[in-house]
């Protein structure tokens, strides 16, 4: 289903493959684009091949100063009407093994791609792909996500892409040879035009406990058993993304490490140990507070110490008391899914996103695009009768273009 979004006036960015519109919606159909990490440059013309395999991979560049951000942040919303505003809130999945339906969604203004599942393609004709969406998308540029942590959590195997050992043996490695992987794997994602990771994984299991951990430890997601441990070896991984250009996603706030069941097939799965000022959060607000400007992705369960009422991804006291206050986090804000989940199939699918909205979160997750457009009526809906709720959402945006300036995906204010 493709999600309409409206536009006005189009803007046009130079780039490296020609002149892509960046349209605001609802005006004319001409494909817009601009490209990633902190670049001027965009992706390539429209006639790009989707099974070309010849792109050439990009170089980095510092991130884009807090002024001109700003700046480009106050002329990209000039363009924007409330609902494609809204729109740029929602990070929407794309199957890997059907990327037909990324077109239509790319060409809606919507905020980014998330790409589901598993694929064998090669990085140079996902980066063919990924520039195609990019060219078609009207107004800022795209987030391009995928989940490449490493081991049994590795979306993309293909030519162009190093098989990954687990987070769990990734902590293990020298420093050197740590570095030398997150290098890698920025810069693999990168050439297949991916860039945001929703990785790595900050959670911290116990020891003796992995095998009872079933989102995280049974899959040996965790950089280790400490959150010393896990800290320090998330950072390389962090640091490594940004050095390509690539945005990290610290994950899943608060942290599961220390629940039983998993919030992808399991419901009301509480963690009764985890407070506000465990080591376990606290890691995640050392990252987040980087210089490299990761997003923190939050979990479905809910924290019985910190906020026994509400799910983590619905509870203001986690995300604006604790993430926001308590840790000084001041970037993106994404959910874990809110499509599939089991975790939330308990709230209907337009309340989802109002939900996360109101309670602090910036960008929602969804595997699931034919939820969208009743979400985004949701939250439009909302801010035009409720004024509070107006000013959240604007927030939210403006948090949200401003991570897109920084790495490249708005045009200069």
């Given at each position: 289903?493709?999600?309409?979004?409206?536009?006005?006036?189009?803007?046009?960015?130079?780039?490296?493959?020609?002149?892509?519109?960046?349209?605001?919606?609802?005006?004319?159909?001409?494909?817009?684009?601009?490209?990633?990490?902190?670049?001027?440059?965009?992706?390539?013309?429209?006639?790009?091949?989707?099974?070309?395999?010849?792109?050439?991979?990009?170089?980095?560049?510092?991130?884009?100063?807090?002024?001109?951000?700003?700046?480009?942040?106050?002329?990209?919303?000039?363009?924007?009407?409330?609902?494609?505003?809204?729109?740029?809130?929602?990070?929407?999945?794309?199957?890997?093994?059907?990327?037909?339906?990324?077109?239509?969604?790319?060409?809606?203004?919507?905020?980014?791609?998330?790409?589901?599942?598993?694929s064998e393609a090669s990085a140079g004709d996902l980066a063919a792909v990924t520039a195609q969406w990019q060219a078609d998308a009207p107004g800022p540029g795209l987030w391009i996500a995928a989940d490449q942590e490493g081991g049994q959590v590795q979306s993309l195997k293909g030519p162009g892409f190093e098989p990954m050992p687990s987070a769990l043996a990734q902590g293990r490695l020298p420093a050197d040879r740590l570095a030398a992987l997150a290098d890698g794997l920025g810069k693999a994602l990168d050439s297949a035009g991916v860039n945001l990771d929703l990785a790595p994984?900050?959670?911290?299991?116990?020891?003796?406990?992995?095998?009872?951990?079933?989102?995280?430890?049974?899959?040996?997601?965790?950089?280790?058993?400490?959150?010393?441990?896990?800290?320090?070896?998330?950072?390389?991984?962090?640091?490594?993304?940004?050095?390509?250009?690539?945005?990290?996603?610290?994950?899943?706030?608060?942290?599961?490490?220390?629940?039983?069941?998993?919030?992808?097939?399991?419901?009301?799965?509480?963690?009764?140990?985890?407070?506000?000022?465990?080591?376990?959060?606290?890691?995640?607000?050392?990252?987040?507070?980087?210089?490299?400007?990761?997003?923190?992705?939050?979990?479905?369960?809910?924290?019985?110490?910190?906020?026994?009422?509400?799910?983590?991804?619905?509870?203001?006291?986690?995300?604006?008391?604790?993430?926001?206050?308590?840790?000084?986090?001041?970037?993106?804000?994404?959910?874990?899914?809110?499509?599939?989940?089991?975790?939330?199939?308990?709230?209907?699918?337009?309340?989802?996103?109002?939900?996360?909205?109101?309670?602090?979160?910036?960008?929602?997750?969804?595997?699931?695009?034919?939820?969208?457009?009743?979400?985004?009526?949701?939250?439009?809906?909302?801010?035009?009768?409720?004024?509070?709720?107006?000013?959240?959402?604007?927030?939210?945006?403006?948090?949200?273009?401003?991570?897109?300036?920084?790495?490249?995906?708005?045009?200069?204010?």
């Amino acid at each position: 289903m493709e999600v309409r979004i409206g536009r006005c006036p189009r803007r046009r960015l130079r780039t490296s493959g020609g002149l892509l519109c960046l349209l605001l919606v609802a005006c004319s159909s001409a494909p817009g684009g601009a490209d990633r990490g902190g670049r001027t440059t965009t992706s390539r013309s429209p006639d790009t091949s989707a099974t070309s395999s010849s792109a050439s991979p990009s170089t980095s560049v510092p991130p884009v100063p807090a002024s001109g951000a700003e700046a480009a942040v106050d002329a990209a919303l000039q363009d924007l009407d409330l609902r494609a505003r809204v729109a740029q809130l929602f990070l929407v999945g794309v199957p890997l093994d059907d990327l037909d339906g990324g077109a239509p969604l790319a060409r809606s203004g919507i905020g980014g791609l998330f790409l589901a599942g598993r694929s064998e393609a090669s990085a140079g004709d996902l980066a063919a792909v990924t520039a195609q969406w990019q060219a078609d998308a009207p107004g800022p540029g795209l987030w391009i996500a995928a989940d490449q942590e490493g081991g049994q959590v590795q979306s993309l195997k293909g030519p162009g892409f190093e098989p990954m050992p687990s987070a769990l043996a990734q902590g293990r490695l020298p420093a050197d040879r740590l570095a030398a992987l997150a290098d890698g794997l920025g810069k693999a994602l990168d050439s297949a035009g991916v860039n945001l990771d929703l990785a790595p994984v900050v959670d911290v299991v116990p020891a003796g406990t992995e095998r009872a951990n079933a989102p995280i430890g049974a899959y040996e997601r965790e950089y280790g058993s400490t959150a010393g441990a896990v800290t320090e070896a998330a950072a390389t991984i962090v640091q490594g993304l940004a050095d390509a250009g690539v945005t990290a996603t610290l994950k899943h706030f608060p942290g599961l490490g220390r629940v039983e069941r998993n919030t992808d097939s399991a419901a009301a799965v509480t963690d009764t140990v985890t407070t506000a000022g465990d080591d376990q959060v606290q890691a995640f607000g050392t990252l987040a507070r980087s210089a490299s400007a990761p997003f923190v992705m939050v979990s479905s369960a809910t924290y019985a110490r910190i906020d026994p009422r509400n799910q983590a991804m619905f509870s203001s006291v986690v995300l604006t008391d604790v993430l926001r206050g308590q840790l000084r986090f001041d970037g993106v804000i994404v959910s874990d899914d809110v499509g599939n989940a089991e975790a939330v199939q308990a709230v209907p699918p337009d309340e989802r996103a109002l939900r996360f909205l109101k309670a602090g979160g910036t960008m929602i997750l969804t595997v699931r695009p034919d939820d969208v457009p009743a979400m985004i009526d949701e939250v439009v809906r909302g801010s035009r009768h409720d004024p509070g709720f107006a000013g959240t959402v604007d927030a939210a945006v403006r948090t949200a273009l401003l991570a897109k300036a920084r790495a490249g995906l708005l045009p200069p204010g």
